[in-house]
């Protein structure tokens, strides 16, 4: 059973930095995509602020463009999510959800969630 492991959230002073990451181990599928989800404590869903799939541009939601930066070591289907110039209102529990490709002839799709972790951007 292939199982995603998110981390790097934390504590941060207004217009620091933090670097989220999430892996999933496995040899028997391949990246296809990623996105990149938060909710605050006022929300009742999880709203889409980036991502990217095999071969294309990432895109990000205005209110993280130019801030937030997706890359990753996609061959070990792992991703990082580089969060700059973060602001109190990013104040959120941030979501992996990483998409996995099999091998032929069933090229099964697996759609992995992360279990979330707490950015606080606060003085």
């Known amino acids: 059973q292939v199982r995603l492991v998110e981390s790097g959230g934390g504590l941060v002073q207004p217009g620091g930095s933090l670097r989220l990451s999430c892996a999933a181990p496995?040899?028997?599928?391949?990246?296809?995509?990623v996105d990149w989800y938060r909710q605050t404590s006022s929300q009742n869903e999880r709203e889409l602020i980036a991502?990217?799939?095999?071969?294309?541009?990432?895109q990000y939601a205005a209110s993280v463009e130019g801030r937030f930066t997706i890359s990753g070591d996609y061959d070990r289907n792992t991703c990082f999510l580089q969060m700059d110039s973060l602001k109190p209102e990013d104040t959120a529990v941030y979501y992996c959800?990483?998409?996995?490709?099999?091998?032929?002839?069933?090229?099964?799709?697996?759609?992995?969630w992360g279990q979330g972790t707490l950015v606080n951007v606060s003085s």
């Open positions: 496995t040899n028997s599928f391949s990246f296809h995509m």
């Open positions: 991502g990217v799939t095999t071969g294309g541009l990432p």
């Open positions: 959800r990483l998409r996995l490709l099999g091998e032929a002839p069933a090229y099964e799709l697996l759609d992995l």
